[in-house]
C-alpha cells in the first residue's frame, strides 16, 4: 500500500512508525498494526491528486488548504469523496515568508512578484498575510512554480531571479536563503539583503497538515485506516519523547533524524534541515487508543 509524505517535520511521526523505512519494518508500530505501506514523498500534490484518483493510493497528504483547492474535483464522484482521518501538526515556524530587502512589511508587497508552489501548502497563507496588511491575492504577481523544495523549479530558486521580490518558503530553504535566518550575504545560498518577514510562528493555526482517505476505500478497509491512524498518534507519542529525551536515547534519535533526513531530504547528511523542520511544528496533544 503506497502511503503519500510531503516535506514536512510531522512527517517524521510516519517515517519512525514505519521503521525508519520507506518500506514497513519488521518489528515497526505499523508492522504491529497489520500494515504494509511504502512511504513516498510527493511534494506536487498535483501527482498526489492524479494518483489518489486512479486508485494508485487511497490516501492524501497534504494542509486542509490544499485538499479543500482540489475539494470540487475529489467531490465529483462519490468514491473519491475524502474523508479527514487524522491531523498531524499544525505550522510553528515552518512555513515562511522571505522578501529580499526594500520589502519591510506585508504593505509593501502590493505590485511585487511572490514565488509560490502550485497547489502546496502555502497559498492559503500568503492569502492570509495579504488578507491582515489589507490586500488581495490580485494586488501581487504570482510566479507559480512546480515544486516545494530540492529542485530548479521551487520557490527558494525563483527568488534567486530578478523578477522575483518575494517567495513562500519551507523553513528549511528560508534559513538557507536568510544566511541562517539573519540577513543573506550572498554566499552559501543566500541572497544578500534577504530576510525571512513572516512566519508560522506568529500565525500557528494557519496550516493544518492531514491524512484523508478516499471514501471507498474507507468504507471497504474502515479497520485498516482505524490502525494506520493508531499507528499515527503512537509514533507522534515516540516521537514527542525521543526528542524530549534525546540525551538519553541518542542511537535512536540519530537513526530516526537521519531516516528523516534520506526520506524527506535525499541526503542522510541533511539532519540539520530534518531537525529544523521538526521543531518548527506543534504535533498535537492526542491519546493514543
Known amino acids: 500500500m503506497q502511503v503519500p509524505l510531503i516535506t514536512w517535520g510531522g512527517d517524521i511521526a510516519t517515517i519512525l512508525a514505519n521503521g525508519?523505512?520507506?518500506?514497513?519494518?519488521?518489528?515497526?508500530?505499523?508492522?504491529?498494526?497489520?500494515?504494509?505501506?511504502?512511504?513516498?514523498?510527493?511534494?506536487?500534490?498535483?501527482?498526489?491528486?492524479?494518483?489518489?484518483?486512479?486508485?494508485?493510493?487511497?490516501?492524501?497528504?497534504?494542509?486542509?488548504?490544499?485538499v479543500n483547492m482540489a475539494a470540487e474535483l475529489l467531490n465529483n464522484d462519490p468514491r473519491t469523496k475524502p474523508i479527514i482521518i487524522y491531523?498531524?501538526?499544525?505550522?510553528?515556524?515552518?512555513?515562511?515568508?522571505?522578501?529580499?530587502?526594500?520589502?519591510?512589511?506585508?504593505?509593501?508587497?502590493?505590485?511585487?512578484?511572490?514565488?509560490?508552489?502550485?497547489?502546496?501548502p502555502h497559498v492559503d497563507y500568503l492569502a492570509k498575510l495579504l488578507r491582515d496588511a489589507g490586500l488581495k491575492m490580485s494586488d501581487v504577481n504570482i510566479k507559480w512554480v512546480k515544486d516545494l523544495t530540492g529542485t530548479d523549479n521551487t520557490p527558494a530558486e525563483a527568488l534567486n531571479t530578478k523578477d522575483v521580490d518575494a517567495a513562500m518558503v519551507i523553513i528549511p530553504d528560508g534559513l538557507m536563503l536568510t544566511s541562517n535566518g539573519s540577513v543573506g550575504t550572498g554566499s552559501e545560498g543566500s541572497i544578500k539583503g534577504a530576510k525571512i518577514m513572516?512566519?508560522?510562528?506568529?500565525?500557528?493555526?494557519?496550516?493544518?497538515?492531514?491524512?484523508?482517505?478516499?471514501?471507498?476505500?474507507?468504507?471497504?478497509?474502515?479497520?485498516?485506516?482505524?490502525?494506520?491512524?493508531?499507528?499515527?498518534?503512537l509514533a507522534e507519542q515516540d516521537v514527542k519523547a525521543l526528542f524530549k529525551g534525546k540525551q538519553a536515547r541518542l542511537a535512536d534519535y540519530k537513526k530516526t533524524v537521519t531516516a528523516a533526513a534520506e526520506i524527506l531530504l535525499d541526503s542522510a547528511a541533511a539532519t540539520a534541515d530534518a531537525e529544523a523542520c521538526t521543531g518548527t511544528v506543534n504535533m498535537l496533544a492526542f491519546r493514543a487508543m
Request: charged share 20%; hydrophobic share 40%; net charge positive.
Open 20 to 66: 525508519n523505512n520507506k518500506n514497513t519494518a519488521a518489528g515497526s508500530i505499523f508492522a504491529k498494526q497489520n500494515l504494509q505501506l511504502k512511504l513516498t514523498r510527493i511534494d506536487d500534490f498535483k501527482q498526489q491528486v492524479e494518483a489518489y484518483m486512479q486508485g494508485e493510493t487511497p490516501y492524501l497528504r497534504g494542509t486542509m488548504g490544499m
Open 87 to 120: 491531523q498531524m501538526t499544525w505550522s510553528n515556524g515552518g512555513d515562511c515568508l522571505v522578501a529580499k530587502s526594500g520589502i519591510k512589511s506585508a504593505k509593501d508587497l502590493k505590485g511585487k512578484t511572490i514565488a509560490l508552489q502550485a497547489y502546496g
Open 198 to 233: 513572516l512566519s508560522t510562528k506568529s500565525a500557528n493555526r494557519i496550516i493544518a497538515d492531514v491524512y484523508a482517505v478516499r471514501s471507498d476505500y474507507f468504507a471497504a478497509h474502515k479497520k485498516e485506516v482505524q490502525n494506520f491512524v493508531h499507528g499515527l498518534l
